[in-house]
Structure formats: structure tokens, C-alpha cells
């Protein structure tokens, strides 16, 4: 995917971009300093877009979101691939799969997807975003801590291998709660409630101006 852009900036300036990797939709948002975070179009002007791949056997193409969907829908002859947020933290995820006759990893599958959203990202903003930041659900597997270490190392790599060269993680519910903690004069306890396409979570956060520069959030995960 050619970037169509003017004249990008020499060095891209010094933000993240946030990623919100869902099992039904996707969305990203460029934040800068101070500044509150911005979200971009990734479908004409839709800010969110299918976790939907859809690889053509008839031209060897891939395609995403949308598209993805339609020309499966379409009868074209190719496999379209989604719920792949579903199988982290699972032994599936390295396992090889034949995608228009070839061999892939369901790890590679997500990468080719998150490279995708980079690149539609820097249409936007004129230069591609060095840093990303991914949204995590408070575990991805119920208990079972090596599982879900398992899972978050697995979502960087493939985060790295989409192009980002720095990856961190926030806490889904303190990132849904952000534009509100901006908003609140002191502390206070709040549920978060995130209905997913692939589940619901539920979820008892400690928010406060004062906390809204701590890195690690996960103390604030109350129930």
C-alpha cells in the first residue's frame, strides 16, 4: 500500500499511536504529548474497521476490513481469516495454516493485519508511527499467568514484525476510561463495562488526575 502524502516530516514527531486490537474491529488513534488523542479513518471514514482478512487465490491478494468480507461474500475463490485476537494465548497461534497455497503462521496473519493498520495510519498522518501502544484485556486468559504472558509477548512480536519499533501495553478498561479521567477533579472508583464482539468484560477501575501519568495502571484494576 503506496502512502499518499505531501512531503513527510524528516523526523516524525514524538507520540504513539494507540491501537485498539479487537476480535470483531479494530480502530487506532494518534496521541502527542498533552494533547488529547485523535482517531483515524481507516475505511474512507470509518475510524473502525473489521479484524478481517481475506486472502485471494485468484490474484494472490490481500485484502482487509470491509473488503475482506465483501469479496468473500462475493464468491471469490480465497480464505477470509478474523477472530485472530481469539487465539492468543494459545499453542494454535504458532501452528503453520495454507493460505493461497502457502504455509503461514496464525502469528504471521496478525502481523500482515497490524502492518496494514501502520500503513493506513501513516496515510493519515504523513509518516508512519514509530511507537504503538496496544490495548490488552486485563488477562487473556483466565487463570493461567503463563498463558497470558504468553499472549501479550506474542501480540508484540507481532507488532514488531508489522514495523513498530517500540510496543507497549495499557490495560483495555483504563484505556476506555481515559477521556473521563481527564475530565474528573478527584479520585473515584468506576465500573468499566467493554461489550466485545468476542466477550464482555466487567470491570472495577480506580481513576484520578493524579494517576493519569503512571506508566503501569495495573494497580488500579480493582476487580
Keep these: 500500500m503506496d502512502l499518499k502524502t505531501s512531503t513527510p516530516p524528516s523526523t516524525p514527531p514524538r507520540g504513539s499511536l494507540g491501537i485498539d486490537f479487537g476480535t470483531s ?3 487506532v488513534a494518534w496521541a502527542e504529548g498533552a494533547a488529547l488523542a485523535r482517531a483515524l479513518p481507516l475505511e474512507g471514514a470509518a475510524h473502525a474497521m473489521p479484524t478481517a482478512l481475506f486472502f485471494n487465490s485468484e490474484d494472490h491478494s490481500v485484502h482487509f476490513g470491509r473488503e475482506a468480507i465483501a469479496l468473500y461474500l462475493s464468491g471469490v475463490e480465497g480464505r477470509l481469516m478474523r477472530s ?10 504458532h501452528e503453520q495454516t495454507v493460505v493461497d497455497g502457502r504455509q503461514v503462521s496464525f502469528l504471521d496473519v496478525i502481523a500482515i493485519y497490524l502492518r496494514e493498520l501502520r500503513q493506513r495510519a501513516g496515510a493519515s498522518l504523513g509518516f508512519l508511527p514509530g511507537r504503538a501502544v496496544l490495548g490488552r484485556p486485563v488477562h487473556f486468559v483466565d487463570d493461567d499467568a503463563e498463558k497470558d504472558r504468553l499472549a501479550q509477548t506474542t501480540l508484540r512480536q507481532a507488532a514488531l514484525e508489522a514495523g513498530f519499533t517500540e510496543v507497549d501495553f495499557q490495560l483495555e478498561p483504563i484505556a476506555a476510561a481515559f477521556d473521563f479521567e481527564h475530565r474528573i477533579g478527584r479520585e473515584q472508583r468506576v465500573l468499566i463495562a467493554d461489550i466485545g464482539g468476542g466477550t464482555s468484560d466487567f470491570t472495577v477501575v480506580r481513576l484520578g488526575p493524579q494517576r493519569l501519568a503512571q506508566a503501569d495502571r495495573a494497580a488500579d484494576v480493582l476487580a
Excluded: D, Q
Aim: charged content about 10%; aromatic content about 0%; glycine content about 8%.
Design 25 to 27: 474491529n479494530s480502530a
Design 84 to 93: 485472530l485476537k481469539s487465539l492468543l494465548g494459545s499453542p494454535l497461534l
